[in-house]
């Protein structure tokens, strides 16, 4: 008995360290932004207030050492934050650590609807950014409306370990 106990305890734990081992799945999938489908031409004769946010991202961090790095899949999140006023984003500029212009992600307008949120993914294994990379976001919003949210989620996972971070844009103009 002693020995059954055993073996069932050992196929136990092994089942455990197997499924914690297994890659976690989401039932959700993520597609990609259509920018064409969200192109707008702005609302002529309304006195829209022009912003510019300043947001840093990080697609690689230092690890251990100068010399040693560790690429991130960043998400940026366009956030409206307004529940009765569309917001609309001119410009998304991603430039690197040296302050190159990496990519414009659209060329007109587009508007986010309210309380609506868009997102940009920068894949992991995209190192263009550096470890010092930042967006631009030009935009412009109607008078009552409140100030628009730019957020990134940093994230790597190895194993059981994971690393993620946040950073939150800061209106410049």
């Not at 259509?34 to 690890?63: A, C, F």
């Amino acid at each position: 008995m002693g020995n059954k106990i055993k073996v069932r305890l050992i196929m136990l734990l092994m089942g455990a360290f197997l499924i914690s081992c297994a890659e976690e799945k989401s039932d959700v999938t993520h597609e990609n932004v259509n920018w064409e489908n969200r192109k707008i031409n702005l609302p002529s004769g309304d006195s829209l207030i022009d912003g510019q946010t300043y947001l840093s991202v990080y697609s690689q961090i230092y690890s251990q050492s100068e010399r040693n790095t560790k690429d991130l899949t960043v998400t940026v999140s366009m956030r409206n934050t307004d529940a009765n006023n569309q917001l609309f984003i001119i410009d998304a500029d991603y430039y690197n650590t040296k302050g190159d212009l990496i990519k414009s992600y659209f060329d007109e307008p587009i508007y986010i609807d309210p309380m609506e949120t868009v997102e940009i993914i920068i894949d992991e294994t995209d190192q263009l950014g550096g470890t010092g990379g930042n967006f631009i976001f030009d935009w412009k919003m109607y008078p009552t409306a409140t100030d628009p949210s730019f957020e990134a989620v940093m994230i790597s996972t190895a194993g059981q370990q994971g690393l993620s971070f946040v950073t939150i844009g800061r209106r410049i103009k």
